[in-house]
């Protein structure tokens, strides 16, 4: 992986890709479809998921200690996640809210919300966006996390068994869950498996997972590969995967797309793009955008219930950007720095452990 790669501006592109796409669904409208069943939204959630495939596979490999890497992966979702929850939970909700707020806080949904710290559970707080033309949600992207979540604990569980053999376990994986996403898709009616078809997408780990998969299984390629087989290696997959588009059908569209998403995504940002056309990203807020912007986009969509898309995005952007940035800086980056002391404090633990004519 380059210094300078672009790897934050995809991210925030990422993120934006999804407010786009909300701010047509939460005023009543459709969301845009780049492809047949790809909204704008979904594309930014699976870029998303391959980049995070591939870069999480990275830092496994650098440190191969499952307890580590966990702790690593939690903080960078648990702590924002967390003041996101206590924002929408006891500013959003008292102000929004159809409900006195004592009646509010009265409620026991309302501290039940704070629980989806645990990834899980109800989307909904009393009585707020119940008029909102896509009422009672909150917060409809945090659907993504819990797959995101479970994804890291399958690719950490891998530090367990021999490091020669986890190229293998990653292709199977990958191969696995790309054979469960296609007969789990509704576009294909379910396929030989009734109960696959049944998922909902919000409750379906395997499309999302097979990006994640095919992200780390490009890392396991370049970090076992010669250098200068690298751009060959993702060239190749980019000519192959538009051949296997332009062969046309659900099935093929979805196949070349896991193949040309990942590789494409990838070979952006290790090219360094953001540097070279001057865009020096020092500030990542790309998690923020993307879990404050739609209870913002909703709380809009309550306070002026025939706002239009355009007019929900406009006064979405800067507000949720600002709230991102504070996000970044005060609680992100902060636990992003305590990093460094795992490791230290396992050494040490370990250390601490020995018989002292042992260290």
Not at 208 to 232: D, E, H, R, Y
Not at 282 to 288: K, L, P, T
Not at 344 to 352: D, E, P, Q, Y
Request: with cysteine; proline share 6%; charged share 15%.
């Amino acid at each position: 992986m380059t210094k300078k790669n672009s790897f934050d501006l995809i991210r925030i592109v990422a993120a934006f890709l999804v407010l786009v796409s909300h701010s047509f669904a939460l005023t009543g409208l459709p969301e845009p479809q780049v492809l047949p069943g790809y909204s704008l939204g979904r594309i930014g959630v699976n870029v998303f998921f391959a980049l995070s495939g591939y870069l999480i596979f990275q830092s496994l490999d650098r440190d191969p200690n499952l307890v580590r890497f966990l702790a690593k992966r939690s903080l960078r979702i648990f702590p924002g996640l967390a003041v996101m929850l206590l924002v929408t939970t006891f500013v959003i909700g008292p102000l929004l809210s159809s409900l006195p707020a004592q009646e509010y806080f009265s409620r026991a949904e309302t501290w039940s919300y704070l629980g989806k710290i645990k990834l899980w559970g109800d989307d909904r707080l009393p009585g707020l966006f119940e008029h909102n033309r896509y009422p009672t949600t909150v917060n409809g992207s945090l659907w993504t996390l819990k797959w995101e979540w479970l994804m890291y604990c399958i690719l950490g569980s891998i530090a367990v068994i021999k490091r020669a053999w986890w190229g293998m376990t990653v292709l199977t994986l990958c191969m696995m869950f790309v054979a469960l996403a296609l007969l789990s898709d509704s576009n294909y009616h379910g396929g030989p498996l009734p109960i696959l078809g049944k998922l909902l997408p919000h409750q379906n780990p395997f499309l999302p997972g097979s990006f994640f998969l095919v992200g780390a299984l490009l890392a396991v390629f370049q970090i076992n590969s010669k250098t200068w087989l690298v751009p060959s290696f993702h060239w190749a997959i980019i000519v192959g995967a538009c051949a296997v588009l332009a062969i046309g059908g659900s099935i093929a569209t979805q196949v070349g797309l896991w193949l040309l998403a990942p590789a494409v995504i990838i070979a952006i940002g290790e090219s360094g793009l953001s540097s070279r056309i001057g865009l020096n990203i020092r500030n990542d807020v790309s998690y923020g955008l993307y879990i404050y912007a739609f209870p913002i986009q909703q709380s809009i969509a309550s306070l002026w219930p025939e706002i239009s898309w355009w007019g929900s995005l406009l006064l979405a952007t800067p507000l949720t950007v600002g709230v991102s940035f504070l996000s970044w800086c005060y609680i992100e980056k902060p636990a992003l720095k305590l990093k460094g002391r795992i490791k230290h404090f396992t050494v040490r633990s370990k250390l601490n452990s020995i018989a002292p004519d042992k260290v």
